[in-house]
């Protein structure tokens, strides 16, 4: 794979680096020009929660690929997909891996996107190196590019990896806000995003697209969303047009963007200034469980939320219970909290009173858990 040399404001960036303190924060939410492995290599261990990587796919193409009518399409190949061979690719993925792990937190994580052409051999790479892999996310596109020639399946998707930086980590993981985000189901590995187009694709002076492979927006809020916290630092560390960095300062998260080629860079800068992270970053946490009040079934009879007498029932109406001064229930045979009456008529060794117990209000049967929700927002 061919490199430009150093530019002469390189190198002096590159001092300037070198005389300023080495702190995540002298990186921080700048894009840094130059090569991702050195660049790396100089940052402070251990500086940053998360790494998004889109690297070269290394896609062997051969000569022009052509529509039915002639026309051309417009692929990836520009130098920095070139590589000598399987060996040249894996010497490189090896080396930015390497340099990845060096500087992430240990609890940090790491999300690698590539195609068939390069996946599994940085997939192998990265576990040889010591990461462990969390899950494969398979990026189904809603609109994928044809086969033209048609001697091969569509190729309708890409993986993504998740991994932390080794066995131990105990990474992040926001099931919640995936939970929310996908209508209160489980965020499943299978993702239907489209490719990025319209307005949200790039362009350069002739109006074409001024990246082969810009990533779509929804694609990476995903990834941010469900890993790091409100304030964490990415890297990326081939920014490209800055997809990353523009999400991450959507999410009041934090970013460093390295980028080799100079023109890309300028692009990204342009589309950075231009995004504001939202004022009220408690809009953008989604607090797990376990870390909300407690907030006892009594609470809501005592506010007359629900009032003493009032009945219970689940909601296909089979059981139903009555709600006792103290905060209990009482069915027809059994008094208890709203779990133990739950777990009675259900003839279940367990319950979630709050999700099962609904009551009726005006024309509608809504659960309990939305007294709780109420009296949890006024504590906030």
């Known amino acids: ?23 995540a924060d002298a990186y921080a939410d700048t894009i840094h020009v130059g090569d991702c492995v050195e660049l790396m290599n100089a940052m402070p261990e251990g500086s940053v929660d998360m790494v998004f990587a889109d690297p ?17 399409v417009d692929g990836v190949d520009a130098d920095w997909d070139r590589f000598s061979g399987f060996k040249s690719y894996d010497e490189f993925t090896h080396a930015w891996l390497s340099a990845a792990r060096r500087v992430l937190q240990p609890n940090g994580t790491l999300w690698v996107i590539g195609s068939y052409h390069n996946i599994f051999r940085v997939g192998a790479i990265l576990q040889d190196l010591g990461y462990w892999i969390l899950n494969d996310i398979v990026w189904r596109k809603s609109n994928p590019m044809p086969n033209f020639r048609g001697r091969r399946f569509t190729n309708a998707h890409e993986t993504m990896i998740w991994a932390a930086r080794d066995k131990d980590a105990k990474y992040r993981f926001n099931y919640e806000a995936m939970k929310t985000l996908n209508d209160d189901l489980q965020m499943r590995s299978d993702w239907t995003i489209p490719l990025c187009t319209g307005g949200e694709r790039l362009k350069n002076a002739e109006g074409k697209k001024a990246h082969p492979t810009q990533k779509p927006e929804a694609l990476l809020y995903r990834t941010i969303l469900s890993s790091t916290d409100v304030g964490d630092m990415i890297l ?41 992270p939202l004022a009220e970053p408690s809009l953008l946490t989604t607090p797990a469980k376990r870390e909300q009040p407690r907030i006892p079934f009594g609470w809501v009879v005592e506010r007359g939320l629900l009032k003493a007498g009032q009945t219970l029932t689940d909601h296909r109406r089979r059981h139903t219970a009555r709600v006792r001064a103290d905060g209990t229930l009482a069915a027809a045979d059994f008094r208890g909290s709203i779990h133990q009456v739950g777990a009675h008529v259900q003839q279940a060794p367990a319950c979630n009173g709050w999700q099962f117990w609904h009551v009726e209000l005006g024309n509608e049967l809504v ?14």
């Open 1 to 23: 794979m061919t490199r430009k040399p150093a530019t002469a404001r390189r190198k002096a960036a590159a001092a300037e680096r070198e005389s300023a303190p080495n702190t």
């Open 56 to 72: 070269p796919y290394n896609l062997q193409l051969e000569g022009e690929l052509h529509r039915p009518d002639n026309s051309r």
């Open 236 to 276: 990326d560390p081939f920014f490209g047009t800055g997809t990353t960095g523009a999400v991450a300062r959507m999410l009041d998260r934090r970013y460093i963007g390295l980028e080799r080629d100079e023109e890309y860079a300028a692009l990204a800068k342009e589309r950075l200034a231009g995004i504001e």
């Open 367 to 380: 659960p309990i858990d939305l007294f709780r929700q109420k009296l949890r927002a006024e504590l906030h």
